[in-house]
């Protein structure tokens, strides 16, 4: 049977939801790219170039696996134009492969399709609470008074939304994420399981012998597009608002205290911890176990590299680092000796130029 060659270009245009069946020509239709190959070859799922099947799209992101290419058996695989020349199946050239990979795994996630509109009869729905249009409560949550859902929020099964809570359409809360009373979150919000927005931030005040609680009276607001990883927390502000901008994309087991404003754009990498006040700008990067301390401000455009410790203000954007690199702990051992001797090594050090200098 001959092959059926096809070149297409469409506008890229989300599906709702996994379809039964979707073919090579469905799947440039939806990345707006032209392809050569069989138009109605059945794609049935992503894969990796190593794993793939006959039924399956790989991609090519990272040169590491180029190695890869050559052996494949998948359908077809979304490639850098500079990679065609090496593809021995159909390609589907793209200028950012892993761009269009991110594309296509929305085509295939069931989730959606397992969203049902309507009330779980064992949910808890406050008189007066203003639903949008196909809102979803599954079984055992929790809304409270004062709360208003746009068209199309899941709230997942076990969540609690408090008081006077607004949050945006096609906002999805996974199973068991706390909400606390007067947090606004946007719309497309993602809020992963055991996340815990609004929570009381970290202040007390010392009498000399204990602490006193100071009441939280802020609030917390999430832009757009936001996505909070598992059993994060983002504290409530103690008198204006903790504030996350749009599209902020926040690891699993991030904590983020009271009256923290981070920029649009920006991306924090799992055990990320930010202190009271402090300020990160738009398109920033923090690595994993990036710790900043209080009261900063970090200008647009910084990237902080993992298990860096950030003590003063950041005011010119680039790529910063605090943390040293693992080694032997003989090795460890002698280098941290000597970085207690380093202030009088550089007091000595001055005294000798000087001297030299005199001379």
């Known amino acids: ?31 707006d790219i032209t392809f050569e190959g069989d138009a109605d070859q059945p794609i049935r799922g992503l ?18 696996y180029l190695k890869d290419l050559a052996t494949t058996q998948a359908a077809a695989v979304l490639l850098h134009p500079e990679h065609a020349k090496h593809c021995p199946v159909p390609r589907l050239e793209i200028e950012n492969p892993y761009l269009g990979y991110a594309h296509l795994s929305q085509l295939f996630d069931p989730l959606p399709a ?6 779980h009869s064992t949910a808890v729905v406050a008189p007066g609470v ?19 859902l746009g068209d199309d929020v899941v709230v997942g099964a076990g969540s609690v939304i408090g008081a006077d809570c607004i949050i945006g359409e096609r906002t999805r809360l996974h199973a068991n994420v706390t909400v606390c009373h007067g947090v606004v979150i946007g719309k ?34 999430l832009g ?39 920029g649009a754009h920006s991306a924090l990498a799992g055990c990320v911890g930010i202190a009271g006040s402090t300020k990160v700008g738009k398109h920033c990067m923090l690595g994993g176990g990036v710790g900043l301390s209080g009261h900063l401000t970090l200008c647009d455009g910084v990237q902080v590299t993992g298990m860096s410790l950030v003590t003063n203000s950041i005011h010119k954007p680039g790529v910063y680092s605090s943390g040293t690199g693992a080694m032997g702990n003989t090795q460890w051992r ?7 001797q380093l202030d009088d090594i550089a007091k000595r050090l001055s005294r000798l130029e000087k001297n030299t200098g005199d001379t």
């Open 1 to 31: 049977m001959p092959v059926r060659r096809c070149r297409t270009t469409v506008s890229w245009a989300p599906m709702t939801h996994a379809p039964d069946h979707l073919t090579l020509a469905d799947i440039a239709r939806h990345l």
């Open 47 to 64: 894969a990796t170039l190593k794993e793939a099947t006959p039924d399956q799209v790989a991609f090519l992101a990272n040169r590491a």
């Open 114 to 119: 397992r969203d049902k509109p309507g009330i």
């Open 130 to 148: 203003t639903l949008g249009k196909n809102v979803s409560i599954q079984a055992h949550a929790v809304v409270e008074e004062g709360v208003t």
């Open 188 to 221: 497309r919000a993602i809020l992963q399981s055991g996340c815990v927005i609004g929570g009381d931030g970290f202040g007390f005040a010392h009498d000399g012998e204990g602490w006193h609680k100071i009441a939280q009276l802020g609030g917390v607001v």
């Open 224 to 262: 757009d597009d936001v996505e909070v990883g598992s059993c994060s927390s983002i504290d409530r502000g103690a008198l204006g608002d903790t504030v996350i901008g749009d599209d902020v994309k926040i690891d699993s087991q991030v904590q983020i205290a009271h009256n923290v404003t981070i």
């Open 334 to 340: 002698k280098n941290a000796v000597r970085f207690k």
